[in-house]
């Protein structure tokens, strides 16, 4: 009867075998009087008692698997604007020039560029080939125009009126036909006195003989400038009339910067006409800067 149940309790505790992997302390089966205690299996024809997990091991095998972050790199936003010093930085960054000068046209670029700027820029290692091209964008597209340090906005000269024409017919063509270009309002957003400080900074290309200073004509709500003159006993005339040009002396400041130092002038309107600027095709008679005098 003692073998009967052995047997019975080992086709019992058998399928536990194979899933009870954890076991410790193994005996005979004569050592262990043919008995299997519920906290023993048999291993091999040996008697071996399970080994009990500990809280923390099973707390370790039924906890759920967190996902592993992995840690967050701080990114340092970059400036928009680029700088000497970013240049700089990016140069002792270990950076090639071709990178840096991409970087130089895709930027928006805010340079120093005098003597003492660039000999400084070679101490910190920036290259030739680097301050060349940050030469190249800090060259301006346009011209800028500033009175008394306030920059002057470029303004285009309206579509011209016609005048004369009555009297030009009367006087069977002796008297000429004017046409006269306008700005509308009264008075520019410019105002200055009448010793204004001037300085033209020009692209390259451009020349300076390109710009001269004309008094306007105030006509209540606009300001008017003689372009062309038709007829007459001169004949036709293209331009400006040089009874409205006002003389200026003009000093080179270098990098195609100039000062103009305009005589005492009167109360008036006034523009810093750009000298070619008409284009009748498109109905354009003449480019300035205008300013007022009070």
């Known amino acids: ?17 194979a899933q009870t992997p954890d076991m410790t302390r193994c005996r005979t089966l004569e050592s262990a009087g043919n008995f299997i205690g519920s906290d023993e299996t048999v291993v091999d024809g040996m008697v071996c008692k399970l080994a ?48 840096i000068i991409a970087k130089i046209k895709n930027g928006k670029c805010q340079f120093q560029l005098g003597d ?34 306030n920059e002057v906005s470029m303004h285009t000269l309206g ?44 692209p390259k290309g451009d020349t300076i003989d390109n710009y001269i ?4 004509d105030g006509k209540g709500d606009r300001r008017e400038l003689e372009v062309e003159s038709r007829g007459g006993i001169v004949g036709g005339k293209n331009g400006i009339r040089a009874e409205v040009i006002r ?11 100039f000062q103009l130092a305009p005589e005492n002038l009167k109360k008036g309107e006034y523009m810093i006409y750009v000298v070619g600027s ?10 300035g800067y205008d300013f007022t005098v009070k």
Do not use: C
């Not at 597209?141 to 008394?148: G, L, N, Q």
């Open 159 to 202: 579509q011209s009126k016609v005048g004369g024409r009555l009297g030009h017919e009367l006087t069977v063509g002796i008297k000429s036909v004017k046409e006269k270009a306008y700005l509308d309002g009264p008075h520019s957003s410019v105002v200055t006195g009448g010793t204004p400080s001037i300085e033209i900074d020009l």
């Open 52 to 99: 009990s997990a500990s809280t923390e091991t099973l707390t370790a095998r039924q906890a759920p698997t967190q996902p592993v972050q992995s840690p967050q790199v701080p990114q340092s936003s970059p400036s928009s604007d680029i700088t000497n010093a970013r240049v700089v930085e990016l140069t002792k960054l270990g950076l090639d020039d071709d990178i």
């Open 116 to 149: 003492t700027d660039l000999v400084e820029l070679k101490k910190d290692g920036v290259s030739s080939k680097v301050i060349a091209a940050m030469l190249d964008a800090g060259a301006l597209s346009a011209p800028r125009v500033t009175i008394d340090r």
């Open 213 to 216: 200073l004309v008094e306007l």
């Open 247 to 257: 003389k200026s002396a003009t000093t080179d400041l270098g990098g195609n910067k």
């Open 278 to 287: 008409p284009d009748r095709v498109r109905e354009i008679y003449g480019r």
């Open 1 to 17: 009867m003692r073998i009967e149940l052995l047997v019975f309790v080992l086709g019992v505790t058998n399928p536990v075998l």
